[in-house]
């Protein structure tokens, strides 16, 4: 996957090395939070500050989350799950978690969210620039108030983006200049975490995950003092436990408002992130870009291979077709000329039946005839990348 180094390194000499702001240093000094407290504070935030205040409410969801996590001893084998996935320090003390600790995750990740769009509205279309240095952002974990081993932002992110395999040269303590453009990034993102949280809180885990946890309790009880015949429980009991807890969530009928909620969270999110690549392709500078144009050079180093907009928006088309039913989803016991219509499915929620919908029957009401959605731009787009297309996924959002 990887260019030429030649190649790369001869891009170089046109990238402006940014220097990070007053606030890049605050935020290594004393914490998002603090930080976040301070610019929400201010009178007259400039379009700088406003940029930094939704970056420090969307970078603060996490941060709350993952000390959730941390009090709880939510390990990051959570691997089917956003914020759950990251890998955080141990917490030797930690108290048992509950349905309850899930639903306050959700809620405050979406109520962090919706403050980060909040400082966006209030941002506009007022252009800026925002120097950040990525190695000033961590995440107080513990809660302890000061950074520790493990709480570094490349630590807790670095393995969602393939732990460096994007990388085309190795950039020493980058710097990225935030404008205008990743604003629009940002908000995207905003709106996918919400829709997840909420999709997550219409199927009200909560009750689910208490009822796995006390049945996982009572089969221990059960082990004594004799080893195990095998290793199965010890491979495969937490992961088995987990996909309990979300069939036993889907299993009821979901609230519909959440539900329609973030379906409108996906579908602006697709905006926003449209809107994005309309602003990053006009760009004409080449200053420590976080995701840049094929005139651009990354400042994290990444590898963007030219024609990666392009064919993101493709992905983006097809998945805003099927979510507003203009596209069917097909399935193999329809036919070439009938689809699933996922926007009839937000609208009326169903439980989820997994037997009854590779069967067929469990997607009955909401089949109908139309053009059926196709793969071919997300295999264009995994050609382009070289097979990491989910890499690049998780980062293009």
């Known amino acids: 996957m990887r260019l030429p180094l ?25 914490g998002l939070g ?39 001893g939510v390990q990051a084998d959570w691997s ?11 917490n030797p003390a930690a108290r048992p978690f509950s349905g309850a ?11 962090d969210m919706e403050a980060a769009r909040a400082a966006l509205a209030t941002l506009g279309e007022q252009g800026f620039a925002l120097e950040i240095a990525v190695g000033d952002l961590w995440f107080d974990i513990d809660g302890n108030g000061s950074r520790g081993e493990g709480e570094d932002l490349a630590s807790v992110a670095g393995l969602a983006l393939g732990s460096g395999r994007l990388a085309s040269v190795d950039v020493i303590a980058p710097t990225i200049r935030f404008d205008a453009a990743d604003a629009a990034w940002l908000s995207a993102y905003t ?19 208490d ?20 290793a199965l429980d010890m491979m495969f009991g937490r992961q088995a436990d987990r996909i309990a807890m979300i069939l036993r969530a889907t299993a009821q009928k979901p609230d519909p408002a959440l539900a329609a909620s973030a379906h409108d969270h996906l579908l602006a999110m697709i905006r926003e992130n449209r809107r994005f690549w309309d602003l990053v392709e006009v760009e004409t500078d ?102 990491e297309a989910m890499l690049f996924a998780i980062f293009l959002n």
């Open 211 to 230: 009822k796995v946890i006390a049945s996982a309790a009572a089969m221990a009880e059960f082990h004594g003092t004799t080893p195990p015949n095998n």
């Open 34 to 72: 603090a930080t976040e407290a301070r610019l929400a504070a201010l009178p007259e935030p400039t379009p700088a500050d406003l940029f930094a205040l939704a970056g420090l409410h969307f970078l603060s969801g996490v941060e709350r989350a993952l000390q959730l996590r941390w009090q709880t």
């Open 286 to 387: 080449n200053d420590s870009e976080w995701v840049p144009n094929d005139r651009q050079v990354s400042g994290l180093g990444l590898i963007m291979p030219p024609g990666t907009g392009e064919r993101w928006r493709a992905v983006l088309a097809d998945a805003e077709g099927i979510l507003t039913g203009d596209l069917l989803v097909p399935h193999w016991r329809y036919g070439a000329e009938a689809g699933i219509d996922v926007a009839a499915m937000f609208r009326d929620p169903p439980a989820v039946d997994i037997v009854a919908m590779v069967q067929g029957d469990g997607f009955l009401p909401y089949v109908r005839k139309g053009p059926q959605a196709s793969a071919q731009s997300w295999r264009e787009f995994e050609r382009l990348v070289s097979g």
């Open 191 to 209: 709106h996918f975490l919400s829709a997840f949280a909420q999709v997550a809180l219409a199927y009200d885990p909560a009750p689910a995950v």
């Open 6 to 30: 030649a190649a790369a390194l001869s891009l170089l000499p046109a990238l402006a090395l940014a220097e990070p702001s007053p606030i890049s240093a605050e935020i290594a000094a004393t």
């Open 80 to 90: 089917e799950l956003p914020i759950l996935r990251l890998p955080i320090p141990e």
């Open 101 to 111: 600790d899930l639903t306050t995750l959700l809620t405050g990740l979406d109520a």
